[in-house]
């Protein structure tokens, strides 16, 4: 119960950690294949057609570089992706801002960074005004934190502790878990070198339509660009999880049919060790029906007791988990409990019926011969 | 006794006609009981005396409409038992027979009070405790109604047993070797409890391998090897 609680809970984590990646939000990426997305060659391209294709969509390019920064106050140095943009990403991705702002037009001396960098580089908090030394391919820079970025991602917070600077983690990775930092770069020239571009969809228009209109024109001009809308990929991720809660469901209607057939036995055991009171019973007046009667509700009151229990217990460990190693709330869905006691009421009683009807056969004078 | 109908009159409460009783053990026939002639009317003491093996209790399982005859025809209060279905026979058993049992047969886990307590919740009587109550000051055990058997002597436990028999005020008590496990003292301090009962009016019919316990009957009877003889 508590396995599936976990599951529905980071289900529903999931999505709300999602929304808010923006799903009016069209990403196009230039470049051959998946495996490049982030930091594969530039490409020089005028993105003015990219606009036109998403009909008057807010769009920012973006290059990305790898760079090691370094903190000179505390000595810290990291490895971390440096994603060059203009100033419209602020306003067509949205931002969880804990700190600061986002850069302002013109403020090339100034950075935004990722909650995750931030933590690391001052550690002591407060890091908008704070001076940071970044060497990326263009050379050593002196940056101005201007602001920074909470991550999004709540089911993850817990395990990102576990992480450490350096990990041989993908570059990929690194972008979705946003431990990047933003900085402004030149775009004023209609052909610039891109990696691909950011585009906020108008209002009245469908973001993944966009998308597609935007990959067929890409096909049309012979470019390898790879156009995505966030919230189809929102869409697959959720079905991803749909199909993990699934499975697990699955996997819990077999341990529910072991568990039937253990409590079976167990029934049966448990019956057969009162044959000799069964029989005093009939002894003394009891019909087949009250004996199975009599047997059936007290496995029912024990099933019941043992679902409120379950519940009881499972909720105990959904705490524990959630407070000690995860970063969302375990859900709990009545429905889902609700299934689990009849479920367990069910089996409790079709575990009893069969034992309870076979020791209320028995011939009394047998059992208290043997007894 | 009319042949024909079974009718017996009134003063006939049991009514045993060529009863026979084979068991089959493996690829032997076991005759428990052979031709087996009683009439048992009503307020009588009847002591049932027989070694080990000579059928007694199969006999008292019968009269109890706990087993059935392989022929002839029991016929309690005047109708034939082997026309009951498995609820009549229930019905009987609880409302019509009490049993007193040579293990006292009592639920272990029950206090003295609820083992009494038992034929009347199956009879659906009201008025359940104070009955049970009742029976058991009766039997001398108005000081031990919320003790378990565990927490009781046998004497104590077979007074017990007698008192859920009597509860239900049956027509009669079928007792299998009431005092075989119990010293002599204690078995004759049962004894006057049944005697009681008998004064009383109640019917009872006494199986024992006991001489002395046997004596106690207004009339006593011998099985041997199956067979009844007065």
């Known amino acids: 119960m508590t396995i599936m609680a976990v599951l529905s809970g980071i289900k529903v ?33 005028d993105t003015q057609w990219m606009q036109e294709q998403s009909k008057g969509g807010l769009l920012a390019p973006f290059r990305a570089d790898m760079a090691v920064g370094a903190n000179l106050e505390n000595q810290q140095t990291l490895e971390f992706l440096i994603l060059e943009t203009t100033h419209e990403w602020g306003n067509i991705v949205p931002l969880n801002i804990s700190e600061g702002r986002f850069i ?154 072991v568990t039937s057939v253990m409590i079976l036995t167990i029934s049966l055991v448990a019956i057969r060790e009162r044959y000799y009171e069964l029989a005093v019973r009939r002894t003394e007046g009891a019909r087949r029906l009250q004996i199975v009667s009599q047997l059936l509700l007290e496995n029912m009151i024990l099933s019941l007791t043992g679902g409120f229990l379950a519940i009881g217990l499972a909720h105990g460990a959904g705490y524990l988990l959630e407070t000690r190693y995860l970063s969302w709330s375990p859900a709990f869905l009545p429905h889902e409990m609700a299934l689990a006691i009849g479920l367990g009421a069910g089996l409790g009683a079709l575990a009893t019926i069969l034992p309870a009807y076979r020791a209320a056969s028995l011939d009394p004078v047998k059992i208290l011969r043997i007894a | 006794m009319n042949k024909k109908t079974g009718k017996t009159n009134n003063r006939i409460l049991l009514h045993l006609n060529g009863i026979r009783k084979t068991y089959q053990d493996g690829i032997l026939k076991v005759h428990a009981l052979k031709d087996i002639n009683l009439e048992a009317e009503r307020g009588e003491l009847i002591s049932i005396m027989g070694p080990s093996g000579s059928g007694k209790s199969t ?107 009597m509860v239900k ?46 004596q106690l009957g207004t009339r006593l009877l011998k099985l041997h090897d199956g067979q009844l003889e007065e």
């Open chain 1, 104 to 257: 302002y037009k013109g403020e090339t001396e100034f950075c935004v960074l990722d909650e995750w960098i931030a933590d690391r580089f001052f550690p002591e908090g407060n890091a908008v005004g704070k001076e940071l030394f970044i060497n990326a391919s263009e050379g050593i820079r002196n940056l101005t934190v201007a602001g920074v970025l909470k991550d999004p991602f709540e089911v993850r917070k817990k395990f990102d502790e576990l992480d450490f600077a350096g990990s041989a983690r993908s570059t990929l990775n690194r972008m979705l878990e946003f431990k990047s930092i933003y900085i402004l770069g030149d775009f004023s020239e209609p052909h610039e070198p891109i990696h691909g571009a950011v585009i906020k969809v108008p209002k009245d228009i469908d973001a993944l339509s966009t998308a597609k209109s935007i990959q067929k024109e890409a096909k049309r001009r012979d470019l390898p660009a790879i156009a995505w809308a966030r919230s189809q990929w929102v869409d697959n991720v959720m079905r991803g999880a749909d199909l993990t809660t699934q499975v697990a469901g699955m996997l819990w209607i077999v341990v529910l049919l």
């Open chain 2, 169 to 214: 005020k049956p027509d009669v008590i079928l007792a299998d070797e009431p005092t075989g496990n119990l010293d002599s003292q204690v078995g004759k301090n049962i004894m006057r409890v049944f005697q009681q009962m008998h004064e009383e009016g109640m019917t009872i019919i006494l199986i024992t391998h006991n001489p002395e316990v046997a």
């Open chain 2, 59 to 165: 006999l008292l399982h019968i009269l109890g409409c706990l087993d059935h005859p392989t022929q002839g025809q029991y016929y309690f209060d005047g109708e034939n038992t082997a026309t009951f279905d498995d609820r009549q026979l229930t019905l009987t058993r609880n409302k019509r027979i009490g049993f007193v049992f040579q293990s006292f047969n009592l639920l272990h886990r029950e206090t003295a009070l609820e083992n009494v307590s038992l034929p009347l919740m199956y009879a659906g009587e009201s008025g359940i405790q104070s009955k049970a109550q009742e029976a058991l000051e009766k039997v001398g055990l108005g000081a031990r109604l919320n003790h378990r058997p565990g927490q009781l002597s046998g004497g104590e436990q077979q007074r017990v047993a007698i008192a859920r028999a």
């Open chain 1, 13 to 45: 984590q999931m999505y709300e950690d999602l929304k808010q990646v923006g799903l009016d939000v069209v990403n196009v990426q230039l470049v051959p294949n998946l495996e490049n997305l982030f930091i594969g060659p530039l490409v020089t391209e």
